[in-house]
């Protein structure tokens, strides 16, 4: 039974389209989390939701919208795809700040998603 | 801010041989540091933390990692390394804003 998961694994598809990217946990924790990896493999967060609320919003494009429709769900939506979007996505989760210390993260296995 | 910065991007090694990847990292207040691995085609998977309990923190698969908080470094060792830690490893310092963010990976390469 996996933790996280993630679908789609792979998702190809055209400029201009509109996809989305859904992200399970359940692992009971309140935090999850889209990161995004480029093709040098630098990870770097977009976005962060406790218990539904967005906490974290990093300068990502407004075509990038999450939602987050119970606690074990993440979903990222992305309008209007670009060449440049062409990367692979990670959904993680966190219990987060418990007793003053931050707990690490689990990750899903990612989505590659290219922009032809 | 916090910010890890991890020194070289690719590291090779041969079976049996040291392995020792180095982070160090920039923080005004007590950090909260990470060691992730990431296999081909896979998520990562936490390998190591450092949450002030311990300066020399023991992970899975035969990893350490020493906080060094003279030298802002927690790197991580493995004293004998196996073709299966063939990989990137991530090191990571959680922001007091909740981020967890990432240094440059460094890829192991284990020649036989």
């Known amino acids: 039974d996996t933790a996280v998961s993630q679908t789609p694994k792979y998702l190809v598809t055209q400029m201009g389209n509109d996809k989305s990217i859904k992200c399970e946990q359940n692992?009971?924790?309140?935090?999850m989390y889209w990161y995004k990896q480029d093709s040098k493999k630098f990870l770097k967060i977009m976005f962060s939701?406790?218990?539904?609320?967005?906490?974290i919003n990093e300068t990502v494009p407004n075509r990038f919208s999450p939602k987050s429709p119970d606690k074990a769900h993440l979903n990222l939506h992305i309008n209007s795809l670009e060449l440049g979007d062409s990367a692979v996505y990670f959904c993680?989760?966190?219990?987060?700040?418990?007793?003053?210390?931050?707990?690490?993260?689990?990750f899903g296995p990612g989505t590659r998603l290219t922009v032809l | 801010a916090q910010s890890v910065t991890q020194l070289g991007s690719h590291v090779s090694v041969s079976e049996g041989a040291l392995v020792l990847l180095r982070c160090n990292y920039s923080?005004?207040?007590?950090?909260?540091l990470f060691w992730y691995v990431q296999y081909p085609n896979q998520g990562l998977q936490l390998l190591l933390k450092?949450?002030?309990?311990?300066?020399l923190v023991k992970g899975i698969n035969g990893f350490e990692a020493e906080f060094k908080k003279s030298e802002t470094s927690f790197h991580l060792t493995k004293p004998s390394a196996h073709m299966s830690d063939a990989a990137e490893y991530f090191c990571?310092?959680?922001?007091?804003?909740?981020?967890?963010?990432f240094g440059q990976g460094t890829t192991l390469q284990v020649k036989p």
């Open positions: 692992l009971g924790h309140d935090t």
């Open positions: 993680a989760s966190s219990p987060g700040l418990a007793g003053g210390v931050y707990n690490e993260q689990f």
């Open positions: 990571a310092v959680h922001s007091n804003t909740g981020k967890l963010i």
């Open positions: 939701y406790n218990n539904k609320e967005l906490i």
């Open positions: 450092y949450t002030s309990a311990a300066t």
């Open positions: 923080s005004s207040v007590p950090p909260y």
